[in-house]
């Protein structure tokens, strides 16, 4: 189900990245790395990479919710629309 989700969810988010922050992350990524030692950058690169898995499932839970709930009102138009018919 995770799985049919996320296809569902690229399907109608358009990508974000645009290359302002690109660049941005490419700047401050060689600033960190002239600072920090190699293992200060993998830890760093740990929290990054939670961080990043975290946006992930929070943006995937938000777009399924939201979809049930769209679904669940589109029903009850059509319920309210075959009342409304009969």
Do not use: C
């Not at 960190?32 to 499932?57: I, M, P, S």
Request: proline share 3%.
């Amino acid at each position: 189900m995770d799985e049919f989700m996320r296809t569902l969810q690229q399907t109608f988010q358009p990508p974000l990245p645009d290359q302002r922050w690109m660049d941005e992350r490419e700047i401050a990524w060689a600033a960190l790395h002239d600072v920090l030692g190699k293992e200060d950058r993998k830890l760093l690169l740990r929290l990054v990479d939670a961080n990043n898995l975290l946006q992930e499932e929070v943006s995937l839970h938000s777009f399924t919710y939201g979809l049930k709930v769209g679904v669940k009102f589109a029903n009850l138009l059509q319920e309210s629309k075959e009342d409304t018919h009969e």
